[in-house]
């Protein structure tokens, strides 16, 4: 069975598959879930949502698998929302999304009219949960003055970054924390530290630091295009990390580890 975190009642399984730019999408999400995926992360933005479902519909495990897609910066003004997630479930060919997040706030849009947009979408049946991507400390608080029906917080979260403040945020207010670029985009190969208690317990650099991760309760969704390594970032479950070995990995983070660039996300026309 599949781990998964519980926010609000709502099941998220711990390990999913990033789907942003990956090559021959169907095909990977089909056989993610062959080998035991049960969450698949898409975005409008993606351009793959069409494939992305078709690979859910080959898998003959539609009703197993969670799959998240975003909204839009561009797509938040109510309207817009509801279009958006109706072009969505077109291009997913799903009768429902299971989560919705907002990829990224966009300030141009007042928050309450985005999310009472997604909860409207949610009581009519189009999606089972919402949530949001690339919140802050202070954007959480906003939308937990506005809701409390938010599950989750897709964040950058990987051992070189430093998101303790956040993730204690998303606790605070009861939500998941959803990790991208869980393998630091692939620069977590050949670190001393990682690689070392790697061999230690004959498991990758990258293995340590999405073990690392969900040995917090966080929610892990690397993205590959190489079927081994599919394999690879699933098999998290048959080791654990002691508490000193967790303290060393922190000890990588800082406030500079950021990969996604952020300074482009208030510009939105
Ligand atoms: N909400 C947002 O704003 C946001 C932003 C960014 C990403 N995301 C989501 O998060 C997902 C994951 O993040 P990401 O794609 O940025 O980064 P990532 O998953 O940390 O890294 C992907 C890169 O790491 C390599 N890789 C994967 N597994 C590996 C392994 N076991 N050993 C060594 N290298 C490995 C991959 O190369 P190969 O293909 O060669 O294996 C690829 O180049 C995305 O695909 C997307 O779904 C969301």
Redesign the pocket.
Known sequence: MMQTVDPKGFKIPIVGL?????RNVARMVEQAIRIGYRHI???QM?GNEKEVGEGVRASGKRAEVLVTT?VQPTNLAPHDLERSVKESLAHLRFDVIDLL?I??PNPRVPLAETLGAMLKMKKAGYVRAIGV??FTVALLDETAKITTEAVCN???C?PFLNQDKVIAACKKHGMAVVA???????S??GNETLERIGKAHGK????ISLRYLVQQGIVV??????LE?LE??FALFDFALSDAEMQEIHRLSGSKGR??DWSWSPNWD
Not at 18 to 22: C, I, P, Q, R, Y
Not at 180 to 186: E, M, Q, T
Not at 221 to 226: D, F, L, S, V
């Open positions: 990033g789907t942003w730019s990956l992360d898409t975005a993606y975003k997040l990829h990224w991507s690339n897709q964040i950058e990987h991208y670029s869980p393998v630091a985009r692939g977590v190969p990758s650099a990258a293995q969704i690397p993205r590959t295009n190489k390594r690879e970032n990969l996604v």
